[in-house]
Nanobody, 122 residues
Framework: QVQLVESGGGLVQAGGSLRLSCAAS????????MAWFRQAAGKEREFVAS???????????DSVKGRFTISTISRDNAKTTVYLQMNDLQPEDTAVYYC????????????WGQGAQVTVSS
């Protein structure tokens, strides 16, 4: 099993920045990619960004391209941490942000964090 714990959410004014962190523990040796998703109130969950742990291939959704970045991933004693740097935040970015991980053999994102609330005021 892989456990994911997020931190770093909060309230920020439009144009501000926040950084989310997601610490993975457990069987992280089996994880080959991690991602961020978000879900706004009354809307479906949407993909934000992902990063492969080997090689660093990164994908970003069009809605956050140029503003959000999956940054440094570190491996230390079987712990892997992924960050989401969010710049120029806008009210439409308000959502609960979830960290996800996928392991070799999984067909979809199998592990999820508890979510971190990000609220952007206008």
């Amino acid at each position: 099993q892989v456990q994911l714990v997020e931190s770093g959410g909060g309230l920020v004014q439009a144009g501000g920045s926040l950084r989310l962190s997601c610490a993975a523990s457990g069987r992280t040796f089996s994880v080959y990619a991690m991602a961020w998703f978000r879900q706004a109130a009354g809307k479906e969950r949407e993909f934000v960004a992902s990063r492969r742990l080997s090689g660093g291939l990164t994908y970003n959704s069009d809605s956050v391209k140029g503003r959000f970045t999956i940054s440094t991933i570190s491996r230390d004693n079987a712990k892997t941490t992924v960050y989401l740097q969010m710049n120029d935040l806008q009210p439409e970015d308000t959502a609960v942000y979830y960290c996800a991980a996928i392991s070799y053999g999984d067909s979809d994102w199998a592990y999820w964090g508890q979510g971190a609330q990000v609220t952007v005021s206008s």
